[in-house]
Structures are given as structure tokens and as C-alpha cells.
């Protein structure tokens, strides 16, 4: 049985709120800026010390989160404007030098498709490394870029993180970015949000739950994380009706429920271990159209010296 | 907004129960039997009447459910006795000519893996068809059976109904069996029960939500639907950790939650339309599972000329 | 064994070339203008009577042929152009008035990647009927256009045909457009040219061999046809390297050679029955390439009041 | 321009015999035996020098080719006949612990179906390694095998010897299962025959065209290579016509011909670079096929203490 003391989420930005809303006060090795858009909400939250990133349950380092409601409207232009924004802000996470090797890595598994986000990204990246390598008159400015899609574990029996970490040390690439499929505490999120990070990805995260972090420390090379939510755990829907009465009642009865907790979940969701996911019906096409900008921002970010205008509508 | 009067169910063994506790009594115009084997229970309800079909919410028809929890299991052995049992069910419930030619719809979004069941089940029937058309001397002993995967409304623009019709027109098989993704209220049903209806679809129902019926009223030839649940709705949860609450309350505190209900639950789902869904994490093998199991006893109900032995391991 | 007497083409310009030039003189019934552009050259063929018919073997019709080698470099601003050229001829073979309903069929096998051009077409033409019928406010300036894959015979066990006339007459299209994979007599076609024929489908051509015609007379509505080559027909292989040795050979070896012309085609291509086709490595990206062209010119093509702009981007 | 020397052939069977046929006597450092079954013909050849390898133009090693042209049956019974012959020369080949550790990889483009046997292979064997480090109370009696379709350079950008070694070297494997796609030089052997080979991949061969070998020098284990025909170099069509030619002509015109050779093959397909490769219509079906009997195959051969028939029907 998975516990509901709050509900599960893989975004630094509702650990953050959840929690210092909790705690009623700002949070101490956690600061947080937002910044508005036309289309688009960026909200930049920094966990600066072990105390506030085991507050909020997310390691050191910088989490971009851009929130875009207007995703859902599926309208190439403001795809684009968004796009802009998520290249403009993985611009700005690293400096690279212009030779820099970048490695894309698709999380996640293309045969469930709200997990196939990551292998659906790395489908529609301009690869470019092996003209580097092989027929260097056709690299044109390009950077040397190069993916994988490494599956599951239920898939090839192999921990994702071994296979990224013989591939990282037999090419040894100067940045990772590794795309996944996120789990979300609101509803709202599920493909209105990306989220990027320097911490790379943690242990037990994201919808298919890593056993192994990809990050700089155990691979050796520096991790950006680009996840969307395409879930929310079937418990935090409990867990939202539970705290909504609770908030409704008495504080007799809320002490009961309380105490019942266990028993409520356990006829609400019998058996959940955490992998029973909520999705929308039309996952299908949320996937299609989010691994579009996400390629299109990941071109735009790290080709720059490819023209801005082609590179963002090599895939739109 | 949906309602939250009751949760949702496609499955006719579900309705009845919900209403019969509901009611505390026997529902006229419906009939229910069970039977027990190794691996599987099988229940029959019958629903005789207008009253019975209004009652549950279901068509008049006959509904043989077959439950077997250890489909969760991935064991060959016991899949294929399953297998025989819902062969053995599909049977029964129709008489057909040895000649009889066989449509077999597979309902359902191939790019979204919950609601793919159907176009999986057809990728993997035996069709012959095209045999007694143009190539006689190959047929054996098969009957004629054809298939199509008319995909959804939102991929082609057409009304799944109005393709198949179109094509049963033209065709003019003897019976329809139409394979499609459910939708039940209880989640340790997905993907462990099989339901087979001789009532077809109705508008509505499944993971897609058709809008047109299939069945023999509108297509004009006897229509079976087969189908397995592969979600929940997001709504049950919430309506069942409510019930939960509600169970454990004094009589007070009840009638404020029933009086709450629409904000409790517009604070647990927000905006929710009803194309929330839950599914397991391992979606992708449960339908590669269940779908070669449909397929396997399609082959074995429906040419039983050809040797039982080979039809079940055609496709295990 | 199929005869050799001359390579197999589905495409006129090349029929009329090869009859033209084995007898050495215009052909009655057959009419052939050219137009160059920057990007590609349009010839277009008019069959005109039964005569010319019979003599290149291809329908009555208007056939317009868009050659385009400049498609090997995939790039995307030409790719752009020759699209253009593509929605512009499209637009100048019919008078469709401005809420004409369309149906874009894709023809052929979906898990053969040679002959999965015309199901990757329709993943990618902007649908819009549901929306006229379910959700007018939605509909923007589009005329409604539908979509469908309807498989091969061995897949279905039913005729193409069958499936699409079935279709065609429950909704009633004002306009068919068949999208097809081809196969040429010339290699370098592959990829490289595009035919627009107002003919429709013959029987036994395209890379599925098709039994029914798909054409006016056949369905009942007009049908264009739109077929790219990507395959040659191994035996054309065989048919060019025996020609080359003959117009290489004196008088005498001449007729040894065509005398022994079976016995060298049976070594060369043993007990081949038609079922052997020649194609590139890298026919994967050429089938993703082309397939969003069409797809973007029937966008551009149909849909005239919608932003040309925005639908040529739609895909690209 | 690639050369017409002799047709092309991934297979030491099918290099043996023209080499050999050519010098008119026994080839030095190589050895052939023959076996004949019910549904299939064995043949052993056996590379032992530097000589011979360099001879036949394939490296040292033993190569174990099974020719089972009822293949083309698509015949259940059969098809398990020939995976068992096909396990019992893979188990012979090699003695492998009890424990040992097994990566099966892939070779090939998931996206161009000539050339997807190897990830299709994948997609179907037992996979357990992830049971054995994370589950053991579900490994049963199965050794630990592991499973990578690395994809192709034009996909990654990575060459596909370099994701080998990375995995390789994390993982530790005691022996690699390499699957491929081939290039045969005769049609018929198209889906019919099944190579086995202890040198692995050489660089250059397959479908794919690997630059870098895959073998136990270059990896650090043993590896297996498993291999297929599913293409025929288109090139090879015009050889064996220009050689049926040659066959029948006289004296004087052969030398003609010879002379010619060039231009004839220019004429015959232009500008091909090796890229252009024969394959059968059918090639969905036969790749759906032979990856069942290979996956089986694998299941049985290095599965041996879990029930024979189970593995064997695990994919049939």
C-alpha cells in the first residue's frame, strides 16, 4: 500500500506550494520567482540546501516550470510561442560550447502511450552526430546530437540507467537531456505543464518509476530533465475527495475520517500500489502534439546556429 | 459536469448488482445465474423487459460475464483454458450455418493503448475471407470470416456506425462481432473480466464513446459485442471514496457530505467531463494479453472445422 | 510467370513514353503537354479515347505527373514548393464547391513500409466532417473531409473496393481522393515523381494490386487518384539489363538472345509471379517525407479558406 | 558505383558455393558437411584459416545454415519442427553455465520492414534478467536474458557497435544474441533460410550496413549472430540476367558483353550505391513469421530447464 499523506507529484512546483502551504510559511533552501507570458507562466523555483530539498522531497538544483493552459486549445501558433519559450529557458541552463555532443534520451515506454512521450521526442529530433562523423559536408552548423530511446525495464530486463550509462561513457557527450512522461498531483497539469531541471531525474519518478537517477552524479555528464505530466496517480484523486470533505466538516468528524483513512482508500482503490494512473481519453493526441514542441524547443535550444524559423517548423 | 448518482459501468453484471443493493430487492425483467469453473466464474443476466433494461440501464438482451482474476497472473496454461471457456460461451449464443460469413469489428482508438483491445484482437483473428473469394483450394475447413478496425470518430471523421454499416451493406455477413474496450466500477475488473452481449453496442458506451448503436436494430444482421474493461472512470474513485466516508459516518454528518457532493467532487476532479480515465501503469501487457486470448477464442468458437488444438495455440 | 514484353508502370507519362517510343511515333488518343518550374516539371497526359486507352494501357483520364527529383534532398523548403505545385494542380482538376464533402482514402498495407504511403497520408490530413456534425462552432473555414485506411485484402479479408464503395454510399462525398504507393518502370522515379489522375485506381495496379477499380463508375463519385512510386518491379530489373544487352548486340545476337528471353528471365528472377519489388534502404524516410507533402497539399488543396500559410505548415 | 564481381551475400553457404563453383575445386581453410531433417538441410561451414576466410570473404568461424523452404507454408506444425532444429544448433554452439547472463540484441530499422527482423526478435523472447535482480521469487528455472533493439545509425546518430559495447561492458553479459536482417544472393533463399554464426556480425553486412563488427574481439564476449535473408541486392538481378546471357551466348559475344558490363548495369539501374535491395511483397507477413520461429527458438535454446513445449508455444 502506497501512503496518502499528500498526493504524489513529480513537479517541484506543487511539492513546493503543497507543502509550504501546509506549513503555513515560506520554506527555508527554496526560493521561488514567476515571470508572465502572452501565453505562458514561468515559474522558477531553486532548491539551495539538503534542508529545503528534503522538505519538499526534490533534490538540489533549478526546476523550470512552464505553465501553458492554452496547450489543450492545439493551435500551431501558440504551440510555437510556447516552443520559444521552452527553448529560450534550456538556452539558459547550460553554456555550451558549439562543438558540445548532446544526447537526447527518450524515458518511458512507447507501448502505453501516456508513458511514450520521451520515445515519441526522440522520433522527431534532427540527429545529427553521425554526419559529424561519417559525412561531415552535410552537418551544415549543426551541433553533433544524438538519441536514444532506451525502453523499460519490463521491456529489455535491463535498469534505464545502465543502458544510458554504457552509451554516456562509450560517447561521452557533454549534456543529457532526458525526456520523460511526469506524474502530477492536479489534474489541470496533465499536458499544460513542462517542467525542465538541472537535478536530472530521480529514483521512483516519472510514470514508468526509474529504479536508477540519471543525473550528473551517476553519469558523470551534466542532466537537463524536460518531463511533462500525462498522469495523476488514481490515489490523489481519493486523497482530493477525502481532504474536500474533511475541509467541509466538523472538526469531530473530520477526526473520524482521519482515523478511517485507511479503510477509505482501501474501498475506494483496493489494492493500489501506485500503479494505477488517471489519463484523459484523448492521451493520443496530447502525446502527438507536446513531443512536437518538445522536439521543436530541443532543435531551436541547441542548433542555434540552424535558422530559428526552420528549426521550429521542421516539426510543426 | 457528468453525474455522480451511481458509478459508471458497461458491464451488465455490475448494473444489476448496483441497483439491486440500491433497492435492496430483485429487479423485475432481469434474471441472473451463475456458474463456476477452474479458473473462471461465469455470470448469465438476462434482461427480459423494458422495465429490467430501464432498470439497469442496459439493453434487453442476454450478458454472460466471465470473471477470472487469474488473468492477472501471465500464465499460458490458464489463459488458454479462459480462453476455451469464452470460446465456449460465444458459441452457445448464436447457431450459425457452416457457411455463415463472419464480420469482426475491433472498436476502439489503435493510438491510445486503453482503448486498443479491439484493433488488436482483429490484427490477430484468423481471416479467411479472401480464401473462399479467390482462392478456394486454401480455405480448408474455415468459414469465411472478414474484419475491419474502423478506428474513432476522431481519427477518421466518420461515425464508427455508419462505416459498418456501410460495409455489413455491401458484405452482407450472417453475424457482427464487435470487440471494444470497456469502461467498469470496479477496478479489480480491468482486464479480468469478459463480457459477451448478443444486445451488440450501445451509443455511449466503451472507452470511445460511441454515438451510434451497433447492433442488430441498426446494422440489420445479429450483432455480438465482446468486451473487457480496461479503465475506470476518474468520477468512480471519487465517488466511491465519498460512498466510503459516507459508510462510516453518523447520520449528520452523512446528509452534509450527500448536500456537498457537487463541490466535493468538483474540488477532487476538476471540470471533469467524464474523459477521465484510470488505468493500470501496465496497460500495454494487459491488452497484448487479452487481446491474443479474444482473438485465440474468436478462431476456436467461430471455425470449429479446423482443429481445436491448433486454433487455441494459432495464437497463443 | 508474368510476361516480359515490357517493364510495368503504373504511371502514364512512362507507359506513353515506352509505346510511344517502341513504335516510334505520336499515338492517337494520347496527348502530352509539359511546364517547368524551379523545383519540378509537370507533364500532363490526356487519354482521350478508347484507342489511346487500350494503346498505353491506362483509363481515359487526365493524368498530371509532377517530377521532382530535388525530393531525394529532403529539404524542407523545397519540399514546401513542390507541395504548393502539388495543392495547386489538385485544386485545378475539379470544381468543388465550397461545402463539398471529401473523402481521403488510404490505400494499401500499413505494416508493408513500401506500400504504406497512402494510410500515413490520411494519419496526417487535417479531418474536420465530425466537427460540421457534432461541434459546428469548431469548424472554422473548413470544408468537411473525412478519412480512411481501409486496409489490404490479406489483412481484412475483404476487397478495398467493397470497403470504400460500402463507405461511400452511407455518407456520400461529393469528392474522392485515393492515395496510393505506386510502382514505376524507372528507379529513379521512386521517390521522385507524383501522379494526379482523375481516372481513379485500376484494377491490379498500385503496389497492393488492387482487385475492383476505385473510379467514378466503380463508387459512383469522382475519384482522384494520387499515387507516388515506390517500388520497380524486379522483373523490370531483368527486362532493362536484357535490353541494354541487346542494344548493345549485333543483329545476330539480337534474336538468340530475345529467343531465349524466358529462359534467361526464369534464371534471373526464378518462379517469380509479379510479387518481387525493387526498393531503396532508406524507404522509411522516404514514405515519412513524401506522405507529408500529400497530406499537405490535400490540406492546402481543399481546404482554400483556412490560411495556406498555416496548413502548409500543418504538416512541415 | 558498387561492383558486379559476384552477387552480394551476407551467407558463407551461398559465398562458399560461387567461390568455389568459380575456382572450379575445394576451397583451402574451409569445410562443409551437410544434414538432412524432415522440414529442413543443414549446412556446416566451417572457416579455419586466414586463407580460407579471406577466400569466401567471410570471417573465421562456424557457420551453421538452416534451409527450410516449406518456410514459405506459413504452417504452424512445421514452423515449430523447424525452431527446434534451429534451438538445437544454437544450444550446440556454445556451453553456457546455468546462471549465465544473455543479451539479445536487435539488430536493424524498426521503421522499413525488410529490415525489422531483429527488433521484432526482440519484442517476442522471454525476458528475465530484470526477475532475477529484482523479483527473484518469479525467475523460476530461467537463466537471466536481457534484450536491446539499438536501432539504426540514420535513427541515433550512435553507431549501433558503440550502444553494444556501452551495454556490454555496464552489463557483463556471458554471451550476445545478435539478430539480423540479411542480404542474400538468391531469391529463393528470401525467408527460408536461417544462418547461425559464431564470428558475429562483420562490418558492411546485413540490411543496415553496419560500419562496426559485432563479435567477440570488438565486444569482449561471444557472440552469436543469427541471420535471415528478408532482401536480394537489386544489383544482383542484373548479374544473374547478365550472367543467364553469358551462359547462352557464344564465345565472341561473351567477351562483347563482358566488356559492355559497366554500361549495361548503368542502364539496368542507374547510379545504385548498394542501396537498392529486392524484396517480396509479402515481407510484412514473412518478418511477422520468421520472428516468431527465431524468438521461439531463443526461448528453447537457452530456457532449457522450463518446460520445452511451454517456450516453444510461448510465441506459437
Redesign the interface.
Known amino acids: 500500500m502506497i501512503k496518502y499523506s499528500s498526493a504524489y507529484t513529480d513537479l517541484a512546483v506543487e511539492a513546493h506550494q503543497m507543502i509550504s502551504e501546509e506549513r503555513g510559511k515560506e520554506l527555508p533552501g527554496v526560493s521561488v520567482e514567476t515571470e508572465e507570458h502572452s501565453y505562458d507562466f514561468v515559474t522558477r523555483v531553486k532548491v539551495t540546501t539538503e534542508e529545503g530539498a528534503k522538505l519538499i522531497g526534490k533534490s538540489i538544483g533549478n526546476y523550470i516550470t512552464i505553465d501553458a493552459p492554452k496547450l489543450r486549445n492545439h493551435d500551431?501558433?501558440i504551440d510555437k510561442e510556447i516552443g520559444k519559450t521552452v527553448a529560450r529557458e534550456l538556452t539558459s541552463m547550460n553554456h555550451l560550447h558549439e562543438d558540445a555532443t548532446i544526447l537526447v534520451v527518450g524515458l518511458g515506454?512507447w507501448?502505453?502511450?501516456?508513458?511514450a512521450l520521451g520515445p515519441r521526442v526522440v522520433d522527431q529530433v534532427l540527429?545529427?552526430?553521425?554526419?559529424h562523423?561519417?559525412a561531415p559536408e552535410l552537418k551544415g552548423g549543426t551541433r553533433?546530437?544524438?538519441?536514444?530511446?532506451?525502453?523499460v525495464?519490463?521491456?529489455?530486463?535491463?535498469?534505464t540507467g545502465?543502458?544510458i550509462?554504457?552509451?554516456?561513457?562509450?560517447?561521452k557527450p557533454n549534456l543529457v537531456i532526458a525526456v520523460d512522461a511526469l506524474a502530477a498531483s492536479s489534474?489541470?497539469r496533465i499536458g499544460t505543464t513542462i517542467q525542465m531541471a538541472d537535478s536530472g531525474i530521480s529514483p521512483g519518478s516519472g510514470?514508468?518509476?526509474k529504479?536508477m537517477g540519471i543525473n550528473e552524479k551517476s553519469i558523470g555528464v551534466p542532466v537537463i530533465a524536460i518531463g511533462v505530466p500525462t498522469v495523476v496517480h488514481?490515489a490523489t484523486?481519493?486523497f482530493?475527495?477525502?481532504?474536500?470533505?474533511i475541509?467541509?466538516?466538523?472538526e469531530t468528524?473530520r477526526e473520524?475520517?482521519k482515523k478511517?483513512a485507511d479503510?477509505?482508500?482501501e474501498?475506494?482503490?483496493?489494492?493500489?500500489d501506485g500503479?494505477?494512473?488517471?489519463?484523459?481519453?484523448?492521451?493520443?493526441?496530447l502525446i502527438?502534439d507536446i513531443s512536437r514542441i518538445i522536439a521543436g524547443s530541443i532543435n531551436t535550444a541547441y542548433q542555434p546556429d540552424v535558422d530559428l524559423k526552420?528549426m521550429m517548423?521542421?516539426l510543426?
Do not use: Q
Not at 240 to 245: E, G, P, R
Not at 247 to 250: I, K, W
Open positions: 500551431r501558433i515506454n507501448n502505453a502511450t501516456p508513458d540527429v545529427t552526430r553521425h554526419l562523423n561519417y553533433p546530437l544524438c538519441t536514444i530511446a532506451p525502453g525495464l519490463g521491456i529489455t530486463g535491463i535498469e545502465e543502458i550509462k554504457g552509451i554516456v561513457d562509450k560517447i489534474i489541470e510514470v514508468g518509476n529504479r488514481a484523486i481519493a482530493n475527495t477525502l481532504n474536500a470533505i475541509e467541509s466538516s466538523s468528524h473520524e475520517i478511517d479503510k477509505i482508500y474501498k475506494a482503490i483496493p489494492k493500489d500503479s494505477l494512473f488517471v489519463t484523459p481519453k484523448d492521451i493520443d493526441v502527438k526552420d517548423t521542421y510543426n
